[in-house]
């Protein structure tokens, strides 16, 4: 494709409507919604507790295997119909370690996931998604249990959507179009099965909505995971080892940073230090001016130590020139950022491409030498196609 000749989409369609509690997925309730429901049955609020601990930190979803609810429970249990809502299909293992899992939904459509090894010791490059999460020296959570420690860490890499409405020119989501928001019970569910696919000593360490989809796009649903995610009685992740990387939907960014206190991480996907290059290859800039996104990320409650991750696809004679790093460094100034380079990965529906990697160092080069925090992502999984921007409608 001629870069001078990028197509320009319109606005996304309105996000997917939010189930109440009611119809909400079992797999997507919290122990209070349970709680409700148990009530009803005239059952003790603890057992809410447990059915949640089975699926969520066990991974059980067949009740018969929840040995400690009665027989009479679990048979009603059973009606609520709490299976698992997405199916194995392949996966796929990178010669470094990466697994790309590709996973049915109960619709038939399909969503892939990625659980990548996290860094292996090179310097100036950031694993997918685990920028800024090891560099503020505060290991928060429960890895300061020694043998957390000694266990290998992995990223999990999860798919918001079924495809993508922002139309980014150089992603293959976004030129496949949206299908469908997930629920969250579809996006913790990839969770649940990423999880059995950890070679002993591995543990998930981070989160990254740097999937299929635009996480911000159906807001709530994506709130509700990082609530089930960080749940106690679950995974019990801590929030700051989860990222939501974003195109910059800035309503979702204040609902995030205020529901959330800032401890979420926040990936921005940038790619463009200025409105008329943003626009040629993120057509969403159109919607979401480029000022307006940049006050709402000074207004982020950032915790003390914490930056913002600015992601910035590096494309071929699009946005790679000296210049771009100059007006970048100007964009971000007194922004606690941290810029993650991304040499573009090829995609089968556009010709763009990667600049040479001579170019991809003289713009960190510039970038650091003004005073830029910045590291260029190293490629992972690119030959099971599970790098970034890879992830295509998979086939069904
Ligand atoms: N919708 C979210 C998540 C998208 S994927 C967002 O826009 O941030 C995560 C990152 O991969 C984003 O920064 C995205 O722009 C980037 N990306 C997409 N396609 C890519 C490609 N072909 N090469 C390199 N990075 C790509």
Known sequence: MNPSKLPVIPAPPAAPRHPS????????????DFHDLLGQLGEPSFRADQVFRWI???SVFDVERMTNLSRPLRSRLAELDIACPLDEVTVQRSTDGTRKLLLRLRDGMAIECVLIPQGNGDQGSDDQGSDDQDD???????????????SRPMTLCVSSQVGCAMGCVFCASGQAGLKRGLGAHEIISQVIIARRHLDAGERI???????????LHHYAETARTIRLLTHPLGAAMSPRRITVSTVGLISGIKKLGEDFGGKVGLAISLHAPDPETRSRIVPMNLHQPLDELMAALHAYPLPKRRRITIEYTLIDRVNDRIEHARRLATTLAGLPSKVNLIPMNPIKASTLRAPLPETVEAFRRELARLRVSCSVRQTRGDDVDA??????????
Do not use: I
Request: proline share 8%.
């Open 387 to 396: 790098a970034c921007g890879q992830l295509a409608l998979a086939q069904s």
């Open 56 to 58: 969520h930190q066990h």
């Open 136 to 150: 503020d020296g505060d290991d928060d959570d429960a890895s300061s249990h020694p043998e957390e420690r000694r």
């Open 21 to 32: 509690s009611k119809e909400r997925h079992p797999v997507a309730r919290l122990p209070e």
């Open 205 to 215: 360490k981070n989160l990254v909505f740097m999937g299929m989809g635009e996480p």
